[in-house]
């Protein structure tokens, strides 16, 4: 028979011989990930990548995973109706460092606040902190019985709906637009911003459960390593002063007539 004709010949081995199984988990790192600065819990949990082989980089497999998390989680209280969306940018040593890419509300709280009897009022406004992060911020808020009202219902006129919109928009804007991403976390965490417009809004029509509902990150500024190490509190936008007797000398040098000397070797 002449060579190459069969198949099975030229491989050789056994024909149906098992493959040796390996644990995937051998191959594979635990790595912590880390929540910024803004929260009281930074240590958030653990993730797993496949160890660095050849061109595949461990470290380039873990930048861009999204981790949701409670907010009670990371803030260590009973507050569990937030839900946090933090994306992992930077890997140092066996750290995964985060940083803001959404807020969300659980279903189950948006479901329990939407009753009969009363008018449900949204609003979204596109805006863009002060560090170039363009957000869409969703608000979302619901009338309620004015003092001492004997009427069953707590509808809204629809000119009244128009200006709490107007309301809500304008006081999103400002809060956001004048604040960085750090600060703009910080607001969101005890939502005083919810609270904000339902002060502004009871002299149109009194509500409740006023809450920024959502938050969405649509673009992100160029990233900057200073700027992340400083959300985690490891880096700071100080400059470095000099200290006392580090200053440069003043040299005074004569310009009337003044010629280099003559070198003999370049």
């Given amino acids: 028979m002449a060579v190459g004709k069969n198949k099975r010949l030229t491989k050789g081995g056994k024909k149906g011989a098992k493959k040796k199984i390996i644990d995937p988990f051998t191959k594979k790192d635990w790595y912590d990930v880390k929540a910024p600065s803004m ?28 981790f949701e998390v409670s907010l009670a989680d ?56 002060t560090d170039g992060y363009y957000l869409r911020v969703f608000c979302i808020g619901f009338t309620k019985k004015r003092q001492d009202q004997m009427k069953k219902t ?29 600060e703009v976390v910080n607001k969101l965490i005890p939502d005083s911003i919810g609270r904000d417009i339902e002060k502004a809004c009871q002299s149109i029509y009194p509500l409740h459960d006023v809450y920024i509902r959502k938050v969405k990150v649509l ?18 936008s100080t400059t470095v002063t000099k200290g006392a007797g580090e200053e440069g000398t003043k040299v005074e040098r004569v310009t009337d007539g003044f010629e280099p000397p003559i070198q003999e070797s370049v």
């Avoid at 240590?43 to 497999?61: D, F, H, P, Y």
């Avoid at 839900?83 to 279903?107: A, P």
């Avoid at 809060?175 to 750090?182: A, P, T, V, Y």
């Fill in 154 to 182: 707590c509808y809204a006129q629809s000119t009244q709906v128009r200006k709490i919109r107007a309301k809500m928009v304008d006081i999103m804007t400002r809060e956001i637009s004048n604040s960085d991403l750090k």
């Fill in 39 to 66: 929260f009281i819990n930074r240590q958030m949990g653990k993730t797993l990548v496949t160890r660095t082989q050849g061109t595949k980089i461990a470290s380039e497999g873990l930048k861009g995973r999204v």
């Fill in 219 to 236: 673009k992100k500024p160029r990233f900057d390593m200073g700027k992340l190490l400083e959300l985690h509190g490891e880096g700071s």
């Fill in 74 to 129: 990371l803030q260590q209280d009973e507050v569990t109706m937030r839900k946090f969306r933090l994306i992992s940018e930077e890997v140092q040593g066996r750290n995964v460092l985060c940083n803001f890419h959404g807020m969300d509300m659980t279903t189950d709280k948006l479901r329990s606040m939407v009753k009969k009897w009363q008018t449900l009022v949204e609003a979204f406004v596109n805006v863009t902190t």
